[in-house]
């Protein structure tokens, strides 16, 4: 069971957060706020965070960026009524993983925590299993059916990436952007060609599929196999 903490100086939206985490079937630690958070994790082990951003003594903004400067890569998604676009922005730049405005729908709550801590157990894994097929970030390799073979870089952290969030919507510059050198002269069409690649490589499989989504990008969707 996922351990998760609520971070928020307000007893009555706390009492809330752990009435619908736990129904989610979380354990649910509370910190009223950074400072408390950060005692508190050092004595319970925690999966994801809750943060709210007005809080005394420490902030949620200092909090997530205190997190980041030291390491810690624990999922935070910050819950607040402070909803504008530079509130937003300010709380990506300091390291939260996803942004929701009170008053937030608890089922779309749960959504995210779930999509946060399946990323995250990708991550520290480093291993993503779609049906018969298995990649394997250290080595590089996917394995089909117990047969293992090793990928060309670029290919392998695309497809690593399009499965690590399946049905998520990548564009083209995102892809860039990431896995390729942002001061390099190659343009976004060094993505499709690799796309291209990818698809051919994997044109039988049963697992999943890369689908176009016209005018945005890519994204993988599990196949028969992967459904089972």
């Not at 928020?8 to 910190?31: E, F, H, Q």
């Not at 504008?84 to 990506?92: A, I, L, M």
């Not at 300091?94 to 749960?110: C, H, I, N, R, S």
């Not at 059916?145 to 497809?159: C, S």
């Amino acid at each position: 069971m996922f351990n998760i903490m609520v971070v928020d100086d307000n007893l009555n939206t706390c009492k809330l957060m752990k009435a619908v985490l736990a129904r989610g079937g979380y354990n649910v630690s509370i910190a009223h706020d950074g400072k408390e958070a950060l005692a508190l994790m050092e004595r319970v082990h925690t999966d994801l965070i809750v943060l709210d951003v007005m809080m005394p003594n420490m902030d949620g903004f200092e909090f997530a960026a205190l997190l980041r400067d030291s390491g810690v890569e624990i999922p935070v998604i910050m819950v607040t009524a402070r909803g504008t676009p530079v509130d937003k922005r300010r709380g990506f730049i300091a390291g939260t993983d996803d942004y929701m405005v009170k008053p937030v729908d608890e089922e779309e709550l749960l959504l995210r925590i779930a999509a946060l801590l399946r990323r995250a157990r990708i991550v520290s894994e480093k291993r993503i299993a779609v049906g018969s097929t298995v990649f394997d970030y250290e080595s590089m390799t996917v394995t089909v059916d117990g047969v293992a073979e090793t990928l060309p870089q670029k290919e392998f952290l695309l497809i690593f990436k399009l499965l690590s969030s399946m049905g998520k919507i990548h564009t083209r510059r995102q892809l860039m952007d990431e896995l390729w050198d942002m001061d390099s002269e190659t343009d976004e069409r060094t993505v499709d060609v690799h796309i291209n690649r990818l698809r051919e490589r994997f044109r039988d499989s049963r697992d999943f599929s890369i689908v176009t989504v016209r005018g945005l990008g890519y994204k993988t969707v599990a196949g028969e196999g992967a459904q089972k």
